[in-house]
Structure formats: structure tokens, C-alpha cells
């Protein structure tokens, strides 16, 4: 599971713009981004995700798609993923 920030909050507090935001983010190596974000190309794999906060206690989740097709993940989300992780 994925944890952390990829910035240290001591610099996120000195950014002040987007491109400021963008500029920091180039320094991080992909390899990171991987350890400290869960990304997944198969949406299937959120119901393995999922099912193990569920085992750990977590009873809220909130999820956060960055993809720019919202209205494809929700409706994908739904039907693939939801049905296997709740009760």
C-alpha cells in the first residue's frame, strides 16, 4: 500500500503557483511516484486494494482519479470494482 507525500511539506508550503508546483514535480523520480501513489492501468486491481484497507479496519475510503474521463471511471468503478467490496 501506498503512503507519504512526494514533496516535502516544507516545500509544498513554499510553492506558490501551478507552475511552481509543476516545476518540483519534475524532480521526482517515477520509481517514487510508484512506492508513494497507487496507479493502476487495470481497474480490477482497486477491488485487491480495497479489500485489504477493508481487512485492516478502514471503514472510509476516498478514492481520487486523476484521469480527465471522470464520468467512464465512475460508471467503471461501479460496476467492476464496488460490487466485490461492499457488503
Known sequence: MASGNLIFSN???NLKS???FDNASKLIDPEVISDKVNIFTDITKYVELLDEYI???VD???IHNVNL???QFIEDFGQ?????VMD
Open 11 to 13: 516545500v509544498l508550503t
Open 18 to 20: 501551478p507552475e511552481q
Open 55 to 57: 481487512q485492516l479496519g
Open 60 to 62: 472510509h475510503i476516498y
Open 69 to 71: 474521463n471522470q464520468k
Open 80 to 84: 467492476k470494482v464496488l460490487p466485490f
